[in-house]
T-cell receptor, first 115, second 111 residues
Framework: EPEVTQTPSHQVTQMGQEVILRCVPI?????FYWYRQILGQKVEFLVS????????KSEIFDDQFSVERPDGSNFTLKIRSTKLEDSAMYFC?????????????FGPGTRLTVL | TQLLEQSPQFLSIQEGENLTVYCNSS?????LQWYRQEPGEGPVLLVT?????EVKKLKRLTFQFGDARKDSSLHITAAQPGDTGLYLC???????????FGSGTQLTVLP
């Protein structure tokens, strides 16, 4: 069964450094999402992406964040200058279409630790 | 801002007991998903409910979507230790159908 994959599984970085989190969505899906989950808290929506542009973004997704689909398979989340509070699990999700019966499938996540 | 309230937050029961988890909101959702999440992993989809009043069964798990599409419940019959995990409800809204998650119910089934 097709799956969303994410790399790396764990990323440790120093505050102020740039990180890029990578995702390979399910191949015939058209909508892509990033969520994050701070330890012990809810899963929170960051951004959605369709047709090579951002569809919606939350208040969390400020100028430090950017997303890109550099080729036909990868979907990346870049954090330009990481802060301590960026430490969280970051989940990528993809969805085939926006029909009511379609839903999002999540990757296994990248644990980002900012020191 | 759409919010989903899940209850209870924690639930510890004996093997063989039944339980119900609730997911409530003041907002209407296009659909509602239930996920299960293991520590350090991503949410795994259990079911999607779309129509008000809809009931879906997945073995011993029964999911119901409220008539007004504002609330949902998950009922587990004869719980087993393998059911232990974090259960999340998530409502589907917004133009990009991003998900709004509940805070989760941590279920522990004791043998």
């Amino acid at each position: 069964e097709p799956e969303v994959t994410q790399t790396p599984s764990h990323q440790v970085t120093q505050m102020g450094q740039e990180v890029i989190l990578r995702c390979v969505p399910i191949s015939n899906h058209l909508y892509f999402y990033w969520y994050r989950q701070i330890l012990g808290q809810k899963v929170e929506f960051l951004v959605s992406f369709y047709n090579n542009e951002i569809s919606e973004k939350s208040e969390i997704f400020d100028d430090q964040f950017s997303v890109e689909r550099p080729d036909g398979s990868n979907f990346t989340l870049k954090i330009r200058s990481t802060k301590l509070e960026d430490s969280a699990m970051y989940f990528c999700a993809s969805r085939k279409v926006l029909g009511d019966t379609d839903t999002q499938y999540f990757g296994p996540g990248t644990r980002l630790t900012v020191l | 801002t759409q919010l989903l309230e899940q209850s209870p937050q924690f639930l510890s029961i004996q093997e063989g007991e039944n339980l119900t988890v609730y997911c409530n909101s003041s907002s209407v959702f296009s659909s509602l998903q239930w996920y299960r999440q293991e520590p350090g992993e991503g949410p795994v989809l259990l079911v999607t409910v779309v129509t008000g009043g809809e009931v879906k069964k997945l073995k011993r798990l029964t999911f119901q979507f409220g008539d007004a599409r504002k609330d949902s419940s998950l009922h587990i019959t004869a719980a087993q230790p393998g059911d232990t995990g974090l259960y999340l409800c998530a409502g589907d809204a917004g133009s990009a159908r991003q998900l709004t998650f509940g805070s989760g119910t941590q279920l522990t089934v004791l043998p």
